[in-house]
């Protein structure tokens, strides 16, 4: 026995002898080639570097990027990306330029690209290592939605930068309140954005910070403005104009002068307020600053619009237009073509009117389109995050099994060496590890179904992108009918007045254009009766959870059986009903409760009784301990099992070439979902559709724990 064992260590240390060599020749070779890649490196990219910066040497690449972006945003920003690509960064530091890179994608509209960034920045910052540092996420998310005209989602970020802010500093807590303001001002919220401003002037004088003083108060003259204060605007305007001038903030300077100019305009003072635009536009060509000077252009084309100056209001208006480009922000693209649209228009140039307003259109739509592009872009780069999570996981996992191979290897040469009591033991701890190990699959199995559940939500965003541009389309007809109709009249019209003007004018060719003018205003009357029901189902998607929906106690069965009598009345076709099950009392929205019901009956008389002479409907009420639940039953033609899943998105429509544009069914989901706190879905069945409606005995209760799981 003890022969064997020796035989058995002797052949061990030669197979370890042999493997230490192979070892020591694989590392020569891999130093070989490590020190040519890195001597080919070091001649091809000299700025590379793999030792960690000093803090000297960090604080001078911020001020060098700091620099830079004064100069040229664009060209700090090719910086940014090469000091990540190419320098081995603390993590700290790491976090700080992707900060830096994704700030100047925003400055310079690459708004995607500024979304992915942030993605994986948050991915970095969040973490209790680096408290505060997620103030840099939500506030640039911020100025990102600003961009895309998302104050709501704006607004929700930067509450959200605020809650970061006050683990910093409070300078930036003042500095994110006039962010916040300012989202304020766009979303009309007046009054909130006057008290923001108030306080952040009223801190920077405390403070003695001239510039966030000339920021606070500028932004709270702008809220007076539109507050229609404006003796007061007027008033805090020159005062900030002296304090601007002996600071030499001239950026700043401009945009009061600007403002004042707009004063003077409400005023009807058109000389003061050109003066005043003037002094501005003086200012920002010294500065350099492009898409402010398009700013101050459009307000001198609107007032020489308002003052009767035709010549020079067209002179601005062809100013703004020729500098308009692909970086332009599309806020101001819509709303300068909508102006030059209606102007055009008063002055009865039609034709050059429609093109105008097709580009205000074009506009809003890039701007829709732009809004799908970023959401997708961050989910997109949420899910690759996860799954190079996961693939880290992975390999993770494979170098422990790896490591758990070769501790085993040691232990079985040691429980040979030494005895079988070690042997054991070594047997034992091995059967632990796989236990642990097995313990590690199954979480990253659970991560990679987190992970698909990730990718479901972005092919609902990328869905969500082709219904908006569906929806576009869909309004694009009865609009283009509109103005070919429109055409036909001005062409009508212009050739009866030639006719006249001639003298040429008979009986028959004016009954003509009347009969021809007749067909097209009837034609424009119709398509926009069709754009007004339109608009008004796609404002019913728009079902607010914060909505004050008053609930009230009713019974059931007494309330759905008075509704659907209603109902009958308004139906052509006779449809019978029956109502039976538990008697329950419950607490709801009654009003959005029969709006529910109204609609589902609407969808079972319009799609499902076409071919169904004795039409019924079947409701069955049953009561639990704290739900209701309501099954309802029809006898018509019934839903495709196929298409169960997705009745309930918007726009969806088995006839959605006719009047119908598939709302109602989204409707009815997010109203019980979100206003009745329930649940809704459709179950096969044989014949018939059938909906089940799950609600709670106590909306108010279901209301408030609502209100206490969004905190």
Known sequence: MCHTLFIIYIDLVVFMYQKALLVLFISFISFVSFFYMFAKSSLAEPLSRTDPLTKKEFEQLQSDIRQAYARAPHTALKQVEGILEKVALEPKHYIAFLNYKAWFQLDTNQLSEAMRTLVLYKSKADSPEFPGLMYGYY?????????????????????????????????????????????????????EAEKVFTDY??????????????IAKR????????????????????????????????????????????????????????????????????????????????????????????????LYIDKVAAQINSDTNLVFVSEFYQFKSTYLEAKGHYKKAINAYKKHNDAQAQLIKRQGDVNLAKAIAEIDLKVKEAEIAVLTREAQLKEAKAKAFQNLSLAIATSLLVFLLGGYFAIVSIHKKNKRLADALSKLEKTQKHLIEAEKVASLTVLVSGMAHQLNTPIGTIVTANSILEDNLQSVSQQFSDKKLSAASFSQFIESSHSANQLI??????????????????VSIEADKPLSELSLQAFLTERMTILQGYLAKKVSFQIQGDEATI?????????????????AYEHGFKDVEQAAIAIDIKRDLNTVTIAFQDNGSGIDSAILKDIFVPFYSTNIGGNHLGLGLNVVFNAVK????????????????????TLPIDASSAAQQHRVETI
């Open 139 to 191: 506030n640039i998310s911020g100025g990102i939605y600003i961009q895309l005209n998302l104050h709501q989602q704006a607004l929700e970020s930067l509450l959200a930068a605020l809650e970061q802010a006050k683990i910093l500093n409070k300078s930036l807590i003042n500095q994110t309140l006039n962010n916040i303001g300012n989202v304020y001002l766009a979303l009309n919220r007046l009054d």
């Open 201 to 214: 002037s009223e801190y920077a004088v405390s403070v003695n910070q001239p510039l966030s003083e000339v």
């Open 219 to 314: 932004n709270l003259a702008e809220t007076l403005f539109l507050k229609h204060e404006h003796q007061k605007a007027e008033q805090l305007l020159i005062e900030l104009i002296t304090l601007q001038k002996e600071h030499n903030f001239n950026r700043y300077l401009a945009k009061s002068y600007l403002l004042l100019g707009q004063v003077k305009q409400v005023k009807k003072a058109y000389a003061l307020a050109i003066n005043y635009y003037g002094q501005s536009l003086e200012l920002l060509t010294k500065l350099n600053i492009p898409d402010e000077i398009i700013e101050v252009y459009f307000n001198l084309a609107k007032n020489y619009a308002d003052m009767g100056d035709d010549e020079q209001a067209q």
């Open 525 to 542: 009357s119709s398509n926009t009766q069709r754009l007004d029901q339109m608009v008004n189902e796609f404002k019913a998607l728009n």
């Open 587 to 603: 607490v709801t929205a009654p009003t959005i409760l029969g709006d529910v019901i109204k609609t589902l009956v609407i969808n």
């Open 674 to 693: 979100y206003n009745l706190f329930g649940d809704i879905f459709a179950e096969p069945c044989q014949q018939g559709a059938r909906f089940i409606i």
